[in-house]
């Protein structure tokens, strides 16, 4: 059976999705575990675009004037919240911890700077509208810069930004309120990261996950008074799925078949770069799986000996190093015999053993 | 200050390795993976898949302390194939059922482009509500301030 997706609402910033039949490949073979894989694979979905999607978030904040009335770290601490735009962040951006400069560069960085004064008679909001991205200029270079990359043309043009910033619509992050005389001035250094480390890097602000509205399959037990069907309100969900009639029996081979999604994100990135990152997390998460079992155990995974190493190894016994006693076959590697390929003439490496002694016979310098 | 860098829980160090395998002596044709830094995410998912592989008999997983960043997933199978090559078929089908996943969510967000902005957050267009209660628009009086000396 195919898994199937239908989008029921798509926004800015959320997308309301079914997920359908994601009993995987294996279906035939166990229809009690097929309910397993369904249940794990979307909670795994919901999990991933939590939690390990990278966004840039404040990380750094070095503060030049605070004369309000809120301390330093209340006020870095509100700033770290700020959501940021972040599409594209993966390749956009790369991780301080990857980057050779020596604390933060325009490649794994982005600058945004705050200053505000109150003059007035009134009190003033300071809000994330305030934060403007200011690019690395000359001030700052001492810090060191990293290698070279591609990473700032890839970048939109409003990436790094507080969301929202200049949108009339939305209603800025308040960090603080200022009154006449107050002032605040900072300097701030956004970062990748994931929400593993901070929940400030989630692109998500909720994600809400049901299956079974009508509890047919008995997962869960409800705490009642008089009666759990007239105290417990359907969700919205219950309409995509048939009432259990009065006398239907319990079918303890059911399974749940459709997943409702609410994927709500905080603007950082669109709710269609949240599912499709996060089904390339995923990818990549299990992909490393692969990769590490074909490096590690090789006579686990296929099943066949380790192959003789003495014999292909160039640099080991059967190479030209250190061994005396070797047989004299002319198993090649590149130059060993002239009318084997037009390759490496009677050249260096092979032939001769390459840097070996000049007395060993002409045994491989590579692999067979 | 030595507390450990956050991302050692989700980054691997310099040459360590992602997985680890140790058969298992007693039991035939069983195997204890340690997978490393990474969580229930990945160990759920992959347990589950491997259930569904009929040469599979035993199939589980667990996180020995939420502190350390591995989880230990334990395969036995029915001897006809080594318990590797289970959790790497199960590795593989996942990735293909995403991949799947991935060309359907693509269709289904391309139709959905067009009306992307006409179904956004509703935005009330009355009277601007304002989360902050008042916004700071009244004035602490305009002749005197504690500031005007």
Redesign the interface.
């Known amino acids: 059976m195919?898994?199937?997706?239908?989008?029921r609402?798509?926004?800015?910033?959320?997308v309301n999705?079914v997920?359908e039949n994601?009993d995987?490949?294996?279906?035939a073979?166990?229809l009690v575990?097929?309910l397993?894989?369904a249940?794990?694979?979307a909670?795994?979905l919901r999990?991933?675009m939590m939690?390990?999607l990278p966004t840039i978030a404040i990380d750094l904040v070095e503060f030049q004037a605070n004369t309000t009335v809120l301390p330093d770290e209340f006020i870095a601490h509100r700033l770290g919240m700020v959501p940021l735009l972040s599409s594209n962040c993966d390749e956009g951006m790369r991780?301080t911890?990857d980057c050779t400069c020596l604390a933060a560069c325009q490649y794994c960085s982005i600058q945004l700077k705050l200053d505000v004064a109150c003059h007035s008679?009134?009190?003033?909001?300071v809000t994330s509208n305030h934060l403007e991205v200011t690019p690395y200029g000359t001030d700052y270079n001492d810090m060191g810069e990293g290698e070279a990359g591609d990473e700032p043309s890839k970048r939109g043009e409003y990436f790094g930004h507080p969301v929202g910033k200049n949108d009339p619509?939305a209603?800025p992050v308040?960090l603080c309120?200022i009154?006449?005389?107050q002032e605040l001035r900072l300097r701030c250094i956004a970062k990748k990261?994931?929400a593993?480390?901070?929940a400030k890097w989630s692109p998500c602000s909720a994600v809400s996950f049901e299956y079974d509205p009508y509890n047919k399959l008995r997962h869960t037990s409800y705490w009642f008074e008089t009666d759990a069907r007239d105290e417990w309100p359907l969700s919205d969900n219950a309409k995509e799925e048939e009432p259990p009639r009065e006398d239907e029996v319990f079918d303890f081979n059911a399974q749940p078949r459709k997943f409702y999604f609410e994927v709500e994100t905080d603007g950082s990135l669109g709710p269609?770069e949240v599912?499709?990152q996060g089904?390339?997390e995923?990818?990549s998460?299990?992909?490393?799986?692969?990769?590490?079992?074909?490096?590690?155990?090789p006579d686990?995974?296929?099943?066949e000996p380790v192959p003789e190493v003495a014999a292909t190894d160039g640099w080991g016994n059967g190479g030209g190093w250190n061994s005396t006693n070797q047989p004299a076959t002319n198993t090649g590697g590149w130059g060993a015999s002239p009318n084997r390929g037009g390759g490496g003439g009677g050249g260096g490496w092979g032939s001769g053993g390459g840097w070996a002694s000049p007395s060993q016979p002409a045994t491989a310098g590579w692999n067979v | 200050m030595n507390a450990p860098n956050r991302y050692e829980l989700f980054v691997l160090d310099d040459g360590e390795k992602a997985l680890e395998a140790t058969e298992d002596t007693k039991i035939p044709n069983a195997a204890t993976f340690k997978i490393v830094k990474q969580d229930h995410t990945l160990g759920n998912m992959l347990r589950a898949q491997l259930l569904s592989d009929p040469s599979v008999l035993f199939a589980g997983y667990k996180v020995p302390h939420p502190l350390n960043p591995h989880f230990l997933l334990k395969v036995q199978t029915d001897g006809s194939i080594p318990p590797a090559t289970a959790l790497e078929n199960a590795c593989t089908r996942l990735i293909t059922t995403i991949n799947t996943l991935e060309g359907r969510f693509k269709r289904e967000f391309s139709f959905k482009d067009v009306d992307a902005g006409a179904a956004g957050p509703t935005v009330n267009l009355g009277v601007p509500d304002d989360p902050y209660g008042g916004g700071g628009a009244t004035a602490w009086g305009a002749q005197r301030d504690y500031l005007d000396f």
């Open positions: 195919e898994p199937a997706v239908r989008i609402q798509l926004g800015k910033d959320r999705f997920l994601v995987l490949a294996y279906v073979s166990s575990f097929a397993l894989i249940c794990s694979f909670n795994s999990r991933v939690a390990d991780y911890r008679n009134t009190t003033m909001d619509d209603s308040l309120k009154r006449k005389g990261g994931i593993k480390e901070h269609q599912v499709m089904l390339a995923l990818q998460k299990l992909a490393k799986i692969v990769l590490a079992l074909k490096k590690t155990e686990m995974v296929a099943g």
